[in-house]
C-alpha cells in the first residue's frame, strides 16, 4: 500500500512538472506581426540556441573541437541555453538570449553625402520578443543598451520622455545627435536608431497600424528559400529594391544619379522589374547553406531565361591563371554572350519609359567599363562561353577579367582603342603584356585566354603561372575542381573564408587570439561556393559555406562596434 501511495505521489509529481514545464515554455510567434507592414526591409532569427547548436554540428565545428587550443564560449548558449528555454531558470539575461526571437526592419534609407563617400543611414529598429514579464527583462535590456550607448557614443547624454504614453529611453551622442531610442511593451523591447522607428512598432503592438504579417509576396517568398525551416529569414520589397538600386545606381553613374530626378527613375524602373527578395539560411550537416532568391516581374523572366541559356561544355580552365590566395572569383557560363547582354537591354528597356531607358542604357554600360569593356556588344560577340571575374584581394575594388577569344583580330583592334597611343609593351617570359600609357589598363592573350585588369593584378596572375603557385594547385581548390566537373550553372562564385571565420571563431572562442595564432587551420579552409541559376521568376543564388553568411555578419557588426 506504502508503494502505490508513493507511486501515485511520485507521478503526481512528474505529471506537475511535465504541466508546468509545458506551460512555462515560450510559443513561438510571427515575428512579422511586430514590425510595419510598409517596412523595406526585413529580417527575423527565431532561436539563438538553435543557430548555436546548429553551429556546433557541422564539419568544420567538429574539426575544431578536437583542438585542445580552441576553447569556445558556446556551452551557455547550447546547454544551457536550452534549460533556460523550458524552465526559466537562470539569470534575466540566460533567459533573454534562450527564449528571445527578434526580427530587424528597416522603414527608409537616408543618403548623406559625406565627401569623399556617400554613406546611407537606415531608419530602422529591432524588435525583441523576450517571452519574459517585463519586470524581469526590462532592467537586463537597458543595462545592454546602455553598454552599447557607451561603447558607441562615448559623449551621449540620457533622456527620457512619454509617447502615447509609453515611456522612451534615449542615449544621444553630444557630438551629432545621433541616438539609440529603447521602448517596452509587455514582454517586448523595441530598440531603433531613431524614435520614429520605435513608434511605429508601438503603434503595430496596438493595432492602429498594419503589420507585414499576412504580406503574400513575403510568404510567397518565405516558401521560394524554404524559409519556414530557417535559423533566419530575411526579405527585402519591391520598393526595398528600389531604394536600394537608387543608391547603387551612384556607385556606377555618378553624374547622372546624384540627382534626384534621377534616383527616382532609378528606383522605379527597379520596382517595376523586381518584386521583392529573400534570404534563409539552414545547416546541411557538412556546411551551412544560405538561399537568396530575386523575384522578377514575370513578363521579364521569360525572355531573360532564353537569352540567359548556358553552356555545358565550358571547360573552366581560369583558375590555371589565379594565384593560389586568390580571394574570389566567378566563373559565367553563357552560350552566348552578345545575344544575353542584348537579351538583359531589351527586357529592362521595355520595362522603362523612354527617360528611364536612356538612363539605364549607360549604367549597364557602366558596370562592365572596371574590366576595360566600352563597346559590349562587340567585345562580347568576339568570346567565348567562360567569363570569369576575378578579385584578388578581399579590400580591393579593382577586378581581372580572363575570356575564351573566339575572333582575336577584332578583340585586338578593342584593345589597341582601350590602351590608347603610346601603349607600352612588356614580356613577363613567356608572356607579352600590353599596358596603357598612363598604367590603370593591361591585357595579355595567355594559355588560349585573353586576361585583362590594371597591370600589377594581371602581372601578379602571370607571375603565380610562371611559379607554378596558382590556385588549381592549392589545398583550397580542392572543393573547387570537384564542382566544376559537373554541369556548370548560369555562374558559380568562389570565395575565401579565411577572414570571415576567423573573425567568428575570435567572436566565440574565449582563447581570442586562437584563430590568429592558427594560420595552418586558415588556409586549409575551402573556398565557399555559390550558384545562381534562373529559375521560375527570378535569379536563385544558393551558397555552402563554413559558417554561413548570419556568423559573418555577426562577427562584423561585433568588430564594428568593438573599434568603435
Not at 551551412?288 to 523575384?295: G, K, M, N
Request: charged share 20%; aromatic share 8%; hydrophobic share 45%.
Amino acid at each position: 500500500m506504502r508503494v502505490s501511495r508513493l507511486l501515485a505521489v511520485l507521478s503526481i509529481l512528474l505529471l506537475g512538472a511535465v504541466a508546468w514545464l509545458w506551460w512555462n515554455s515560450p510559443r513561438q510567434v510571427e515575428m512579422a506581426a511586430y514590425v510595419p507592414g510598409d517596412s523595406l526591409l526585413y529580417l527575423e532569427v527565431n532561436s539563438l540556441t538553435k543557430i548555436a547548436t546548429d553551429m556546433t554540428q557541422t564539419d568544420a565545428w567538429r574539426v575544431l573541437s578536437t583542438d585542445p587550443d580552441f576553447k569556445p564560449d558556446l556551452f551557455r548558449v547550447t546547454w544551457m541555453g536550452r534549460l533556460a528555454r523550458w524552465t526559466g531558470i537562470g539569470s534575466a539575461e540566460q533567459v533573454i538570449l534562450a527564449r528571445a526571437q527578434f526580427a530587424l526592419f528597416v522603414m527608409s534609407f537616408d543618403a548623406m553625402d559625406e565627401e569623399p563617400t556617400l554613406r546611407i543611414r537606415p531608419l530602422a529598429a529591432l524588435v525583441i520578443e523576450t517571452h519574459t514579464t517585463e519586470r524581469r527583462m526590462r532592467p537586463a535590456i537597458e543595462r545592454w543598451v546602455k553598454r552599447l550607448a557607451q561603447r558607441v557614443y562615448p559623449q551621449s547624454r540620457t533622456e527620457r520622455r512619454m509617447l502615447d504614453g509609453i515611456e522612451f529611453v534615449e542615449w544621444v551622442s553630444t557630438k551629432d545627435g545621433r541616438r539609440i531610442v529603447v521602448a517596452f511593451i509587455g514582454s517586448v523591447a523595441i530598440i531603433g536608431n531613431d524614435a520614429r522607428a520605435v513608434q511605429a512598432c508601438t503603434l503595430v503592438r496596438r493595432g492602429a497600424k498594419p503589420s507585414l504579417a499576412g504580406n503574400k509576396n513575403l510568404e510567397l517568398l518565405r516558401t521560394r528559400v524554404s524559409g519556414d525551416r530557417a535559423v533566419a529569414f530575411g526579405y527585402v520589397s519591391a520598393l526595398g529594391l528600389g531604394k536600394i538600386a537608387a543608391f547603387a545606381a551612384q556607385l556606377y553613374f555618378e553624374r547622372v544619379s546624384a540627382s534626384a530626378e534621377a534616383q527616382q527613375i532609378f528606383s522605379k524602373a527597379a520596382e517595376g522589374i523586381l518584386e521583392g527578395a529573400a534570404w534563409a539560411t539552414t545547416t546541411e550537416g557538412v556546411s551551412v547553406e544560405d538561399r537568396y532568391f530575386v523575384s522578377l516581374s514575370p513578363d521579364l523572366a521569360n525572355p531573360l531565361r532564353d537569352a540567359f541559356a548556358g553552356s555545358s561544355g565550358t571547360s573552366f580552365a581560369a583558375n590555371a591563371l589565379l594565384p593560389g590566395d586568390t580571394y574570389s572569383f566567378t566563373q559565367y557560363n553563357l552560350q552566348d554572350p552578345r545575344l544575353a547582354w542584348r537579351g538583359l537591354n531589351r527586357a529592362i528597356s521595355s520595362h522603362v519609359d523612354i527617360l528611364g531607358a536612356v538612363l539605364l542604357n549607360p549604367l549597364l554600360r557602366a558596370v562592365l567599363w572596371p574590366y576595360g569593356i566600352d563597346d559590349p556588344d562587340t567585345f562580347l560577340g568576339a568570346i567565348g562561353p567562360e567569363i570569369v571575374t576575378v578579385r584578388l584581394d578581399g579590400a580591393a575594388t579593382t577586378s581581372v577579367l580572363i575570356v575564351q577569344p573566339l575572333d582575336t583580330p577584332t578583340l585586338q583592334r578593342l584593345l589597341s582603342k582601350r590602351l590608347g597611343p603610346g601603349a607600352r609593351t612588356e614580356r613577363v617570359a613567356p608572356y607579352e603584356l600590353r599596358s596603357s600609357i598612363e598604367g590603370t589598363f593591361s591585357a595579355g592573350f595567355v594559355e588560349g585566354r585573353l586576361i585583362m585588369g590594371p597591370p600589377e593584378l594581371v602581372r601578379r596572375c602571370l607571375m603565380a603561372k610562371l611559379q607554378r603557385t596558382t590556385l588549381d594547385l592549392a589545398k583550397s581548390a580542392r572543393q573547387v575542381s570537384a564542382l566544376s566537373a559537373s554541369e556548370p550553372p548560369l555562374a558559380v562564385t568562389y570565395t575565401r573564408e579565411a577572414e570571415s571565420v576567423k573573425g567568428f571563431l575570435s567572436l566565440v572562442s574565449t582563447n581570442s587570439r586562437y584563430a590568429e595564432s592558427n594560420t595552418k587551420l586558415l588556409s586549409d579552409i575551402p573556398y565557399s561556393v555559390s550558384t545562381t541559376n534562373l529559375s521560375g521568376n527570378g535569379f536563385e543564388k544558393t551558397t555552402h559555406s563554413t559558417f554561413g553568411l548570419l556568423a559573418t555578419l555577426v562577427a562584423q557588426v561585433a568588430s564594428e562596434l568593438t573599434a568603435e
